[in-house]
């Protein structure tokens, strides 16, 4: 039993932003329906083949669901569209803006087959002037909002970051509003109508940086792996090549750091006794500590920090730190996970409840794999499906 058991979600989205918020209510028990594209369905399906020949890409965002294909430019896709609409809790799009008002399913007309829906919308850049139907991924709200000149080399080009962090950080913020959504629902019995965007989220990872942008003249600039506002706080070279990050900025964190390295004299050294003196002489800190840190390999390093509380960690590859944390926490992922891929291991939900990391025992579906059975729950007879797979509409 899951905690979203009964409620009904329909996906209307693709690739991550909006179809990973879906998957997060699946894992909590939510059925969720994915609605997908007739023969071609969600374009992530095809991004990579590293999964038994399956897309990997696909099979990390859509755990848990059901899938069906419809095709939405028909009046009958339309028809069929309204028709689980009218039955359903939620409804979780991210198309660019004007596209489900096109095949007749804006929130209008979804809420007058179901005026207590929750319809969530995630975009692009929201209700921006001048960017209304601009069209957007995650590399774009990057550039857009000072995301990607945050990150990299400060001598070198703009870095995206390595991941989709304004899809999955957008997936976030929808999840959390249509929950509140429901929430308030349960009161009052009034659905909603939900936005966010790929620029919000944006803004949102950078919630420590915002305020003083807004309201003064600050200089924020990328730093490598540092911190614009915090040092020690980065990446250093350790004496066999490795890197080792260093994350000791508050001043009880400083002296402990300052014990490790065997130099209390830098506890009270005026150019970096503290954050404020550390980052304004961050090139002189970086000397300091890495000058220390060449003396030993990084695995004698980590030893010494961790055994005088600094916060500190090896710079893993992704393969490397998924074997060394499932080794030691087996509640991080689940195997034996049926897929359109076959038996596959996933990854558990990123939180506990209750002392257990939710999940859905089903794994991604293959397209069209349950359109049937979808309708034939909302009350299509067989005849009725059977012509519109004749159609080419399912």
Known sequence: MGILDGLKVLDFGSAVAGPYASMLMADMGASVVKVEKVKRGDLIRFTDHLVNGKSGYFLGINRGKRGITLDLRTPEGQAVALRLCASADVLIENFRPGMMDGWGLSYEEVKAVNPDIVYCSVSAFGGTKGFETESGNDIVAQAYSGLMAMTGDPDGAPAKAGTPVTDVAASCMATISVLAALLRRKETGQGARVKTSLLDASYALMANYTPSILNGTPSFRRQGSGHPQLAPYEAYTTGDGKYLVIGAFHNESWRRLCAALD????????????????????????????????????????????DHDVPVAPV????????????????????????????????????????????????????????DEVLREEGFTQDEIDGLRAREVI
């Open 316 to 371: 893993l590859e992704v393969e490397e730190s998924m074997e060394f944390f499932t080794q030691r926490n087996a509640e991080l992922y689940v195997d034996g996970i049926p897929s359109n891929a076959g038996e596959i291991r996933m990854l558990r939900a990123p939180f506990e409840i209750d002392g257990e990391r939710p999940y859905h025992p089903q794994g991604a579906p293959r397209l069209g794999e349950h359109t």
């Open 263 to 306: 130099r209390p004299d830098l506890e009270n050294d005026p150019r970096v006794a503290d954050n404020t003196s550390r980052v304004e002489n961050r090139k002189v800190l970086a000397e300091l500590i890495n000058g220390e840190l060449l003396r030993r390999t990084a695995e004698e390093w980590l030893a010494i920090l961790r």
